[in-house]
């Protein structure tokens, strides 16, 4: 569910950005900062990139996690973990002010759009009900320096949005429980 979260606001994004600055060409890229070589990946040039910098298990958890199948029983399964991604989101442009520009229109995006579902979007994944989106504040200048430094990049004008609670489903079944058809106080005719 992870990446389907992440390339559903990629794409959302993108097409946001696209109609407001006119451009047929893809705007944003999922990818992170700095490749394995300590470089900038080509394909960030120009672009808003995405990148995923945390996870962090939600721990509010549901008390069961079973579900009806076709013959009227129920089947139990782990219980779904939910999570909370933290995205970093940074236009990487030649022009300065173009930048400045693209970072503008990000914030506007995720001020239109703090809920994403399917009330949105009729594209959102299966499996994912809903992703609400919230400004990191954090600590300011340091917390973004230290980011930037654990990245190997150099900094760029950024920001860091949490996205809320995305599900990992557990395929596992872990039991099956019978329907109730009855209880032996029932005779043919009714009750005793």
């Given at each position: 569910m992870i990446s389907e979260a992440l390339k559903f606001t990629?794409?959302?994004?993108?097409?946001?950005?696209?109609?407001?600055?006119?451009?047929?060409?893809?705007?944003?890229?999922?990818?992170?900062?700095?490749?394995?070589?300590?470089?900038?990946?080509?394909?960030?040039?120009?672009?808003?990139?995405?990148?995923?910098?945390?996870?962090?298990?939600?721990?509010?958890?549901?008390?069961?996690?079973?579900?009806?199948?076709?013959?009227?029983?129920?089947?139990?399964?782990?219980?779904?973990?939910?999570?909370?991604?933290?995205?970093?989101?940074s236009p990487n442009f030649e022009d300065y002010n173009e930048t400045l520009n693209f970072l503008n229109s990000v914030l506007q995006f995720f001020q239109i759009n703090g809920v994403l579902d399917s009330n949105s979007s009729s594209l959102i994944p299966e499996g994912i009900q809903r992703l609400e989106f919230e400004f990191e504040k954090g600590d300011g200048y340091l917390q973004m320096h230290n980011l930037w430094s654990a990245l190997g990049a150099k900094y760029q004008p950024s920001v860091i949005y949490k996205m809320r609670l995305v599900t990992v489903p557990s395929e596992e079944i872990k039991g099956f429980i019978p329907s109730v058809k009855g209880t032996s106080n029932q005779t043919e005719h009714g009750y005793e």
């Open positions: 990629s794409d959302f994004l993108n097409q946001f950005l696209k109609r407001k600055f006119n451009v047929k060409e893809n705007l944003v890229i999922i990818n992170k900062i700095i490749d394995f070589a300590g470089t900038q990946p080509l394909e960030n040039r120009n672009k808003v990139i995405i990148t995923l910098i945390h996870i962090e298990q939600e721990t509010t958890k549901a008390f069961h996690n079973r579900n009806r199948i076709a013959n009227g029983n129920f089947v139990t399964k782990p219980l779904d973990e939910r999570y909370n991604l933290y995205l970093l989101i």
